[in-house]
């Protein structure tokens, strides 16, 4: 079925690295992505990672693909307050017609 | 910069009432979205738009939930018969299309249903 999986929580220390995981289900997914929501806003892309890529990276951020495993994860190098939000991870279905979001990952950043 | 535009931010309405949520998307993009998140949980899909046809939906995505693009900039979500259920954030995505798959989200219609 269709389900995308995360951990609930994490709490990092400012200017640690903050690793997201995710997984996911559908192994013919053309993109993954990584979405921030600040608290009362809407979604915004942070980053998404082609299917045949292992690796992207963004400037703070860099993603890990590794589809054997079906999982994908997000690692924020020098963690700041400004980085507390849920970040979600999502997959999409149906070439792009549909896309399938976790239920977010808490990040809290101490200052 | 443009942006999706939702209205309203908030819509309270009583049980069993129609509603109509309002998006605007960017204005040369062509596939249109709707998702729902009940408060504290995930971001849900309901429907996809393309071409004046609606793409693909979700199970949630019932008799008493349509789409329409009335014009050429306006794309709604309505509501039936609203149920106690119903009450959730309600975003509009757009994009330009498959090949570039960044989803434009709106900042959501909050729907109360009493």
């Known amino acids: 079925g269709e389900d995308v999986e995360q951990s609930l929580f994490l709490s990092v220390r400012e200017g640690d690295s903050s690793v997201i995981n995710c997984t996911y289900t559908d192994s013919s997914s053309t993109y993954l992505y990584w979405y921030k929501q600040e608290p009362g806003a809407g979604l915004q892309l942070l980053t998404y990672i082609f299917s045949n890529m292992d690796m992207k990276q963004d400037q703070r951020l860099t993603v890990l693909l590794n589809k054997k495993d079906k999982h994908l994860s997000l690692r924020i190098a020098d963690t700041q307050t400004g980085d507390s939000a849920i970040y979600f991870c999502a997959e999409d279905y149906t070439g792009g017609f549909k896309t399938i979001f976790g239920a977010g990952t808490r990040l809290f950043v101490k200052a | 910069e443009p942006e999706v535009t939702q209205t309203p931010s908030h819509q309270v309405t009583q049980m069993g009432q129609e509603v109509i949520l309002r998006c605007v998307p960017i204005s040369n993009h062509l596939y249109f979205y709707w998702y729902r998140q009940i408060l504290g949980q995930k971001v849900e899909f309901l429907v996809s738009?393309?071409?004046?046809?609606?793409?693909?939906k979700s199970e949630i995505f019932d008799d008493q939930f349509s789409v329409e693009r009335p014009d050429g900039s306006n794309f709604t979500l309505k509501i039936r018969s609203t149920k106690l259920e119903d009450s959730a954030m309600y975003f509009c995505?757009?994009?330009?299309?498959?090949?570039?798959?960044?989803?434009?989200f709106g900042p959501g219609t909050r729907l109360t249903v009493l």
């Open positions: 995505a757009s994009s330009v299309g498959l090949a570039v798959p960044e989803q434009f």
């Open positions: 738009f393309y071409n004046n046809e609606i793409s693909e």
